[in-house]
């Protein structure tokens, strides 16, 4: 399986571990958990993602809208960590058509560990996590949540934040995880307000599952 691996916090490449060093190391960042994003997309692809194990914990969550919104695929999949310390963080795309403005839309889902800073990363955020964020949404004076979607059998509130204006960004909390959903451009996240329900990927792959063409926003290509 074909890679490009990068750092998860700003994109720029990464060094591998040495005589002298033991972790991952960014020039700009310091030492990271690396950020793996598979050149294609397929079931066994997916499957070999899945099996990497998570530190401490059986998986993390690889989250997908389940079922896809109609014409919608899975278009990318990517995960941040190493063989010492485990997969800390996930991310899958999905593209499909805008669902106010009719072109070209793509969605990334990413579940993290704290102090990964991919989710802030791909939203254009500040920071490496979203704490700080959601507890600025909860107390703007909003009557409640932005969006609300299911994700693992449970209710789980999306507070939107303001991010870079080619795109829209969506922070929660799941299974003791962070969530983040990111959406190019910004009227895509208007998809987030359809009732969508997230299953994790890890409890099973529906054969069903259609995949698409490499996302470039996974790619870091937007």
Same mark, same amino acid.
């Given at each position: 399986?074909?890679?490009?691996?990068?750092?998860?916090?700003?994109?720029?490449?990464?060094?591998?571990?040495?005589?002298?060093?033991?972790?991952?190391?960014?020039?700009?960042?310091?030492?990271?958990?690396?950020?793996?994003?598979?050149?294609?997309?397929?079931?066994?692809?997916?499957?070999?993602?899945?099996?990497?194990?998570?530190?401490?914990?059986?998986?993390?969550?690889?989250?997908?809208?389940?079922?896809?919104?109609?014409?919608?695929?899975?278009?990318?999949?990517?995960?941040?960590?190493?063989?010492?310390?485990? /997969?800390?963080?996930?991310? =899958?795309?999905?593209?499909? !058509?805008?669902? +106010?403005?009719? #072109?070209?839309?793509?969605?990334? @889902?990413?579940?993290?560990?704290?102090?990964?800073?991919?989710?802030?990363?791909?939203?254009?955020?500040?920071?490496?996590?979203?704490?700080?964020?959601?507890?600025?949404?909860?107390?703007?004076?909003?009557?409640?949540?932005?969006?609300?979607?299911?994700?693992?059998?449970?209710?789980?509130?999306?507070?939107?934040?303001?991010?870079?204006?080619?795109?829209?960004?969506?922070?929660?909390?799941?299974?003791?995880?962070?969530?983040?959903?990111?959406?190019?451009?910004?009227?895509?996240?208007?998809?987030?307000?359809?009732? /969508?329900?997230?299953?994790? =990927?890890?409890?099973?792959? !529906?054969?069903? +599952?259609?995949? #698409?063409?490499?996302?470039?926003? @996974?790619?870091?290509?937007?």
């Amino acid at each position: 399986m074909g890679v490009t691996v990068s750092c998860p916090r700003c994109g720029d490449r990464v060094r591998k571990p040495d005589l002298m060093h033991t972790a991952w190391r960014c020039d700009t960042c310091g030492e990271v958990p690396p950020f793996h994003v598979a050149e294609h997309i397929g079931p066994e692809i997916l499957e070999s993602v899945l099996r990497r194990p998570a530190p401490s914990l059986d998986h993390l969550p690889l989250w997908c809208p389940w079922p896809l919104p109609p014409g919608w695929v899975v278009t990318g999949v990517g995960w941040a960590g190493d063989d010492r310390d485990g /997969v800390r963080a996930t991310a =899958l795309a999905c593209s499909g !058509p805008d669902p +106010l403005l009719g #072109g070209p839309a793509d969605v990334v @889902l990413i579940a993290e560990q704290p102090g990964v800073g991919l989710g802030t990363r791909f939203g254009g955020l500040p920071g490496l996590d979203c704490g700080n964020l959601v507890a600025e949404a909860q107390a703007s004076g909003h009557a409640g949540p932005d969006a609300k979607i299911r994700a693992g059998g449970h209710h789980i509130p999306l507070w939107s934040v303001k991010s870079p204006g080619d795109r829209s960004a969506y922070v929660s909390e799941a299974q003791g995880m962070w969530l983040y959903a990111v959406a190019w451009p910004a009227s895509a996240g208007y998809l987030l307000a359809e009732h /969508v329900v997230l299953r994790d =990927l890890s409890d099973g792959v !529906p054969p069903e +599952l259609v995949y #698409g063409a490499p996302s470039p926003c @996974l790619h870091g290509r937007v």
